[in-house]
């Protein structure tokens, strides 16, 4: 991948993370999910705001395209959701979502960047996404228990 095509990636992630985010904040009633959705608004805008600082070209390939076929097909489902169910539809896209950008930075983002302002950009991004997977399975936990009850639940530790 070159720079320019990381560059794609990146800022479709970000644009894509705020889409969904503020179709969250319409949708849902539940506390929870609003405050995921609030700081997905805001931490993806500051990490767009970073990048454009950056001024790198952005170039399409195969990974930017697949990627945004998922994310278009995911906004079309949620899109169809209500309630609960897209509560939990939403947290799951998240977790979905958080850890393919996680693995796709570790393996095939951070290996490929050339320049360093890219490179820095995204090693600062890095340990954000792993915070948002946190928090989005925090978030699903809460949801998924306070839906059921006080029940007994598995962990995935």
């Known amino acids: 991948l070159s720079d320019q095509q990381i560059a794609a990636i990146t800022d479709s992630v970000n644009t894509d993370e705020i889409e969904q985010a503020r179709l969250a904040m319409s949708k849902s ?3 929870q999910v609003q405050s995921f959705a609030g700081m997905m608004v805001e931490h993806h805008g500051e990490a767009k705001k970073k990048q454009t600082k950056l001024n790198i070209a952005e170039a399409e390939s195969p990974l930017s395209l697949e990627l945004a076929a998922e994310t278009h097909q995911t906004l079309e489902q949620l899109e169809q959701k209500s309630g609960a169910d897209f509560d939990r ?8 979502g958080h850890q393919k950008v996680l693995d796709t930075i570790d393996d095939q983002l951070l290996p ?24 989005a399975q925090a978030a699903k936990q809460s949801v998924a228990s306070n839906a059921s009850g ?6 995935n530790k």
């Open 89 to 96: 539809a939403y947290l799951q896209a998240q977790i979905d």
């Open 29 to 31: 009633t539940n506390d």
């Open 112 to 135: 490929s960047a050339k320049g360093p302002e890219l490179k820095a950009y995204l090693q600062e991004l890095r340990p954000k996404v792993a915070q948002h997977l946190e928090r």
């Open 150 to 155: 006080p029940t007994p639940r598995a962990t």
